[in-house]
C-alpha cells in the first residue's frame, strides 16, 4: 500500500534545530513533486516548502526563508526539512505530501489543493 511516513518531529527549544523525514513506500518518490505543509491550533493548513519534479525547483514560505531547506533523497526515498533557528511561531503539526500532477509556475509549486497524497504528520513543538 502506498504511503508517505513523517518523522523527526519532537520538542526543540528556540534557536534550535529539527530535521524532518518523509519516507515513501509502495511507490517511487521520484516520479512526484513534495511538500511539506503545516498546521497550528486553530489555524489553517499552509504550505511550508516544496520541490517540484520536473526540475527540482523549490518554493520556500517567507516566514521560513534563510532558515529551512527542503531536500530529496530519491536512492533513499526520502525527503527531509532541515528546520534551523526555529522559532516558537514554527509549532505545528507538519505534514508532508506528493503529487504527480504538472506544475506550471513558481508561485504554484506549494499550492495546497495540488497535493494529494499526505503522510500522518508529525509534531513540532518550539518551546524553552
Known amino acids: 500500500q502506498a504511503q508517505l511516513v513523517e518523522s523527526g518531529g519532537g520538542l526543540v527549544q528556540p534557536g534550535g534545530s529539527l530535521r524532518l523525514s518523509c519516507t515513501a513506500s509502495g511507490f517511487t518518490l521520484d516520479d512526484y513533486s513534495i511538500g511539506w505543509f503545516r498546521q497550528a491550533p486553530g489555524k489553517e493548513r499552509e504550505g511550508v516548502s516544496c520541490i517540484r519534479r520536473s526540475d527540482d525547483a523549490t518554493y520556500y514560505a517567507e516566514s521560513i526563508k534563510g532558515r529551512f531547506t527542503i531536500s530529496r533523497d530519491d536512492a533513499k526515498n526520502t525527503a527531509y526539512l532541515q528546520m534551523n533557528n526555529v522559532k516558537p511561531e514554527d509549532t505545528a503539526v507538519y505534514y508532508c505530501?506528493?503529487?504527480?500532477?504538472?506544475?506550471?509556475?513558481?508561485?504554484?509549486?506549494?499550492?495546497?489543493?495540488?497535493?494529494?497524497?499526505w503522510g500522518q504528520g508529525t509534531q513540532v513543538t518550539v518551546s524553552s
Open positions: 505530501a506528493t503529487t504527480a500532477r504538472i506544475i506550471a509556475g513558481k508561485n504554484n509549486i506549494c499550492r495546497l489543493g495540488f497535493y494529494d497524497k
